[in-house]
């Protein structure tokens, strides 16, 4: 129960009560790295998720608390001034708050105390959820509004500015998510619906490698980002209409094949598969076929890890085990790649039976303890009461 002990930390602490907001962390069925090039993701907003514990103050300063993971305080004056700090989170914040400066918001003072159980660093958008709950408290507190599609585009910015170049899906489904639902988003135009995951039989469940990224100093993930903008610059020479991969064709590729490196070409093509491969999840999981959904998963997986060069050996293991065992219908790795979570459709019969040889196997091939986690899909960020 983290945001009761938030929400008593706080009133113990300001002497106030504050207004309780939840950001969720998010899942994705399937859409690897195609957000950035315009493609199509199924996302889905979950339980965990990083709760603020915020109220208006009048010293114009905003004071940011957590005494979970990683404790510290940080003050920031109204201009953006701050003293040092130590915690990875502090940037987000600061990155935010000086946006919101940039863009002329009439920032106002603020405690906030904040905390979660999403673990950081596996793959469930921890830091979408960071900036979006933030953003979304500022406007709580405040005079004035920001919309949900503008709240998005500054989280987004915040990441870019420490140094990842992410795409719109993780701040999309930690906004727009909904409970119960998969939430389909095409990131050429960000119209977007909603689907419902539930298979009769099966169950979702989330197995977390325990591998640990950090995609915001690890440089891999803007490599890939690169390799597509490539691609992109030489198709434009014939086809100057072309403004990103969504538009490319396997037959673009082979018409550029000599003027492009291999490794180029060869994640281009990921990219355009994987926008296939959404379209056939959909399709699938309205016919309710279980199986077609599993194998989507694992190719999904094995392109991230051969064609795309995402995943880890680790991750890798945990999907071959699920592959040999019986009551695992398909699995692949989710998010920004090289550790994480492994999202797994399983027969609801023998569950804890498959889950239970799955973290032993994993255990004897890595020296690694898994954890795993059953999937809660519940709502996009929200006041929480
Ligand atoms: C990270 C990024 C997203 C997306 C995924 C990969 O989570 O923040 O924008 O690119 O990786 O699908």
Redesign the pocket.
């Known amino acids: 129960m983290i945001h009761k002990e938030i929400k008593s930390y706080f009133t113990e602490n300001y002497n106030s009560q504050p207004i309780l907001i939840k950001a969720p962390g998010r899942i ?1 069925l399937i ?6 090039n315009e493609g199509l ?1 199924l996302p889905a907003s979950i339980e965990k998720g990083i709760y603020f514990a915020v109220s208006g103050n009048d010293n114009n300063n905003i004071q940011i608390e957590t005494f979970l993971t990683q404790p510290e305080k940080i003050v920031f004056q109204l201009s953006g001034e701050h003293e040092k700090f130590t915690s990875f989170w502090g940037n987000y914040f600061k990155a935010i708050i000086e946006i919101l400066i940039a863009k002329k918001y009439p920032l106002k003072g603020m405690d906030c105390v904040f905390g979660g159980d999403i673990p950081i660093g596996s793959g469930l ?1 921890s830091s ?1 959820a960071l900036c979006c709950g933030f953003i979304y408290a500022i406007t709580k507190v405040s005079d004035k509004e920001i919309s949900r599609e503008d709240i998005a585009l500054i989280a987004q910015e915040a ?1 870019h500015k420490i140094g ?1 170049n ?5 701040q999309y489904a930690v906004l727009f998510g909904k409970k119960g639902n998969a939430f389909f988003l095409d990131c050429k135009d960000l119209s977007h619906s909603y689907i419902p995951i539930n298979l009769d039989g099966y169950s979702w469940v989330l197995v977390n490698s325990n591998i640990k990224h950090n ?1 915001a100093v690890d440089s891999e ?1 803007n490599k890939r980002r690169v390799s597509c903008e490539n691609i992109v610059k030489e198709v434009q020479k014939n086809r100057p209409e072309i403004t990103s991969l969504r538009d490319v064709t396997l037959q673009d590729l082979v018409t550029v094949k000599n003027d492009v490196s291999s490794i180029d070409a060869q994640r281009a093509k990921y990219v355009i598969e994987e926008n296939n491969r959404v379209r056939k999840m959909m399709n699938v999981l309205t016919e309710g076929n279980a199986y077609a959904v599993g194998d989507v998963l694992k190719e999904g997986h094995w392109a991230m890890s051969k064609q795309y060069e995402i995943t880890t050996a680790e991750l890798d293991a945990l999907v071959k085990i699920g592959e040999n065992l019986e009551g695992v219908v398909g699995s692949r790795m989710m ?2 790649g090289f550790g994480g979570c492994t999202i797994n459709l399983m027969k609801t019969e023998n569950l804890d039976f498959n889950i239970k040889s799955m973290l032993e196997q994993y255990k004897d091939q890595t020296d690694i303890d898994a954890e795993y986690y059953h999937l809660a899909i519940d709502d996009g960020v929200k006041v929480f009461e």
């Open positions: 994705n859409g690897e790295h195609t957000d950035y993701v958008s979408a990441e990842l992410c795409g719109l899906m993780d995609l993930y998010g920004g």
